[in-house]
């Protein structure tokens, strides 16, 4: 792939900040310094090899790295991970399965494209940030022929799990799928009863995976590591929301 940044120009965003993907170990150790920031400094991740001021792990020598850099100064303020199927093949496995059991996946039929590890500093969590990115990542769906997105999308367990059973609660009705997909969680929250009263609101990145038009695939699985209940989501490019269809042009293929 080339290393120019990825056109912005669908989505209205400040000039100053650019997407492209990691070309080099540098600007990779940036992207893996947010991340550490972002996951043990600010939210108390147990991270392997914390010593170093990084997040690094061994499904990153096998994934690409798109970032949000601001012009302006030349620092990272967002990336995410990218990992398809011949990536997953080579680490042994999408990052996903070892959190669930996904049933159905060697059945789908098109070309998968996980997505992971995504953080936005804090000084930079607004809407056109995300949106730099998510133009990003649209390009780059376009670009190969992606028919599906997945990943995890992570619900705090610091109030001991009432967030996540309430945000669970919110989505079972309108947006848990298993007719393509069947996450089973490896480690399953533990089941707990809630008041009727108790409302809770999707965490940003969640969020904008709904409106994306994505869908959930079966109850969160616990990660101990990051203490957070992660909610498996698939997007199939065909029934992406219309507002955003102009963005990742989401036609179905013939046949498919």
Known sequence: MSNTAYATEATPTPNHLSVEMVQDATTLQAAQTLRYSVFSEECGAKLENAGTGLDQDIFDLH???????DLRSGEVVATTRLLDSQGATEAGGFYSEGEFQLVGLPQLRGRILEIGRT??????????????????????????????????????????????????Q????????????NAIPRLPLPQMDLPANVTAQLPPLLK????????ICGEPCWDPQFNVADVFILL????????????FKAVAPEGR
């Open 236 to 247: 199939r490019r065909e029934q992406l929301c219309p507002r955003y269809a102009r963005h």
């Open 119 to 168: 953080c936005v500093h804090a000084h930079y969590r607004n809407g056109a940030t995300i949106s730099v990115l998510w133009a990003g990542l649209a390009q780059l769906m376009n670009e190969r022929h992606y028919d599906y997105l997945m990943g995890c999308a992570s619900v705090s367990m610091a109030d001991g799990g009432v967030q996540a059973q309430a945000v669970m």
């Open 170 to 181: 919110r989505l079972r009705g309108r947006y848990l799928c298993r007719e393509w997909l």
């Open 63 to 69: 994934c690409e790295h798109l970032i949000v850099r």
């Open 208 to 215: 904008a995976y709904m409106r994306l038009g994505a869908k």
